[in-house]
């Protein structure tokens, strides 16, 4: 079975409340809740701007069959908390269990260069405690009756696993590895630094671009913007013309003596904060923090810098 993660859709809201609402999930939950729909939209824009929290879909041979998240995350101290659970009962297997969770390990180590990574489970599901402890992790504390629910208490077990945990023991297991990161980004359009943008959108023309958006002024950047599309595959292209010396499109005309030359290449994402964390933790640069952009209906963008890549940008579908 081929085992894949994305990102949640707005399609896919119904039956995630509908999983979330079965009394077989829910039995190893902190809590019995009642959703709408209306709610679930809620969720999914607070998880597509938060910072501490990440989640995916579960999908097994193309079909969506559970939800994974990271939570709690800590950038700065290098620790978060995971939790996860299949709703399509027929999917659900020890094999696929243990391959999400380390492949989780691999990410969360080895690309995000965390310190920890916990979890918490209800005492009475000792079934997938000796899941963690089967893939690394080991019970950190059980505290008692943490967590009230319709008037019945629960203990919990906490489990962690290390960094160095991790890395002592990756070589001893074996498991299907789950891509959490690393397909890649969707480019959104490739930015051009040229000096004089009405010139410049005139030859596009003569080479099979149109117009998409005309020419619009980006105070906080000192740049005019214009973008233009090809017609026959729909490519887009930003033309950035600096309006001052001080713009930073300006630096790179200069090196090119005022020749039109390649800026930047700009990547739709699902989350801004949660991607400029992660290429952080890959060894980029930020060179400018997520902001909305004018000549792109306000959405946030941001720039990142590393050497042997240059500059990117992203931004936030």
Not at 48 to 76: C, Y
Request: net charge negative.
């Amino acid at each position: 079975m081929a085992v894949t993660l994305r990102n949640i859709e707005e399609s896919d809201l119904e039956m995630i409340m509908n999983w979330r609402m079965d009394p077989d999930i829910t039995r190893y939950m902190n809590t019995d809740p009642k959703l709408t729909l209306e709610g679930q939209k809620k969720w999914l824009s607070k998880m597509k701007l938060s910072e501490s929290d990440r989640v995916w879909m579960i999908e097994v041979d193309g079909v969506p069959a559970g939800i994974m998240n990271l939570q709690n995350i800590d950038w700065t101290n290098k620790v978060t908390s995971w939790g996860w659970y299949m709703g399509e009962k027929k999917l659900r297997s020890l094999k696929i269990a243990m391959s999400l969770e380390m492949s989780l390990c691999d990410f969360v180590f080895d690309t995000l260069h965390f310190r920890e990574l916990r979890s918490e489970t209800f005492s009475v599901n000792a079934a997938v405690v000796k899941i963690h402890e089967a893939c690394g992790s080991h019970v950190d504390r059980v505290v008692q009756g943490e967590v009230v629910k319709n008037g019945t208490a629960y203990d919990v077990t906490h489990c962690l696993i290390t960094a160095d945990e991790w890395a002592a023991i990756k070589s001893t297991k074996k498991y299907d590895a789950v891509k959490f990161y690393g397909e890649g980004y969707k480019i959104d359009h490739i930015g051009y630094a040229v000096s004089d943008i009405q010139k410049s959108a005139k030859e596009y023309g003569l080479i099979g671009f149109v117009l998409e958006q005309s020419a619009v002024f980006d105070e906080s950047r000192s740049v005019n913007i214009a973008f233009m599309k090809n017609v026959i595959d729909g490519i887009r292209v930003e033309l950035i013309e600096p309006v001052g010396e001080k713009s930073p499109a300006a630096g790179a005309l200069r090196k090119n003596t005022n020749l039109a030359t390649p800026y930047h290449i700009c990547y739709r994402v699902w989350n801004i904060l949660w991607e400029v964390n992660v290429l952080k933790s890959l060894g980029f640069l930020v060179t400018a923090k997520p902001a909305g952009a004018v000549a792109m209906q306000n959405k946030s963008v941001a720039f990142l810098l590393k050497k042997d890549i240059g500059l990117i940008e992203l931004v936030e579908e």
